[in-house]
């Protein structure tokens, strides 16, 4: 806060009303010789009770009558740099003037009493009283908005449009997921949810092969497609992963290994010398199990 500057204001300032709010607003946070100056557009608005344009009009209106320079966003963090200009009626008075008496005005000589014929006055206009606005430096006037605003807020027309990000492409085994799924329903969601879950690590196969053994299980078990899963959700819940428990291929009995030519062709048994039968030992599954 600087009292001389605030001093200045109630005493020289020539703004009036909101203007005048907005001198004392910068002034308070001014430096002692007016300069070093830089509230937030915020602050200026809760100091002044004034709306975002009343202060920028008043801002103008102080730029005009040559009392604020603003330095617009060279303050810390982007914001607006003010000086305030203080001047007394002195330091825009009429400068001294050359006193000397004109000839036409000289007393008239000792001979005759006759004055001297009036000079040229072609010399250059003394200094004129100027306003302290003409007098002013000139200042940057333009117009667009200086303060940030968190409902408004000045957009970079010139920078470029963001692209819209690619979709991914579909993953190539996805066709044969999609034929092996019981559900050709919400196919591109299904796609993305495939490309997820290899993505996460699951290998193809695996979701080829349960998305055959899900399409059994509704089959054997009469589900209705109004219960079947979408691809999409059984991809996104991890369905590959269930234990049907209830496929037929798993009390299927492994198939026989090659016949030896020596046993009986259907129960691999062979007679042995004694007369009595036993598990052939070349070509019996159970024997060619305990070997391996």
């Given amino acids: 806060m600087s009292l001389k500057v605030m001093t200045w204001v109630w005493d020289h300032s ?3 009303n909101a203007a005048r709010l907005v001198l004392l ?4 946070c001014a430096s002692g010789d007016g300069t070093q100056a830089w509230p937030s557009g915020a602050e200026l608005r809760r100091k002044a009770g004034l709306s975002e344009r009343g202060v920028q009009n008043a801002t103008q209106e102080l730029i005009e009558i040559g009392e604020l320079v603003v330095e617009w966003n060279a303050g810390p963090k982007g914001v607006n740099r003010y000086t305030v200009l ?22 008239a000589d000792s001979a005759g009493g006759q004055t001297e014929p009036e000079s040229d006055t072609t010399g250059p206009e ?17 117009t667009e908005p200086s303060f940030s ?10 920078a470029p449009k963001q692209r819209a990000k ?9 066709a044969e997921f999609w034929a092996a799924y019981p559900l050709k ?7 993305k949810a495939f490309a997820n879950a290899v993505a996460a690590g699951a290998d193809p196969d695996v979701l080829i092969a349960a998305a055959g053994r899900y399409a059994r299980h509704c089959q054997r078990t009469g589900k209705d497609r109004h219960y079947v899963k979408h691809g999409s959700g059984w991809l996104n819940g991890e369905r590959w992963l269930d234990d049907l428990g209830d496929e037929p291929a798993d009390n299927v009995p492994p198939p026989l290994p090659p016949h030896c030519g020596r046993c009986d062709p259907v129960t691999r048994w062979v007679e042995r010398d004694d007369g009595r039968d036993e598990k052939c030992p070349d070509c019996h599954p159970d024997l060619r199990k305990d070997r391996t």
Wanted: aromatic fraction near 2%; proline fraction near 18%.
């Fill in 166 to 174: 690619p979709k991914p492409d579909a993953h190539p085994r996805f």
């Fill in 14 to 16: 020539q703004s009036r």
């Fill in 86 to 107: 203080m001047k007394t009626p002195a330091d825009s008075a009429v400068p001294p003037q050359n006193l000397r008496p004109r000839k036409d005005c000289a007393p």
């Fill in 149 to 158: 605003s968190s409902s408004k807020k000045r957009t970079n027309t010139s």
């Fill in 126 to 142: 003394p200094p004129q009283n100027l306003r302290p606005a003409e007098s002013a430096p000139p200042q940057n006037l333009r």
């Fill in 185 to 191: 329903a919400g196919v591109a969601d299904a796609r």
């Fill in 25 to 28: 607003a910068i002034a308070d």
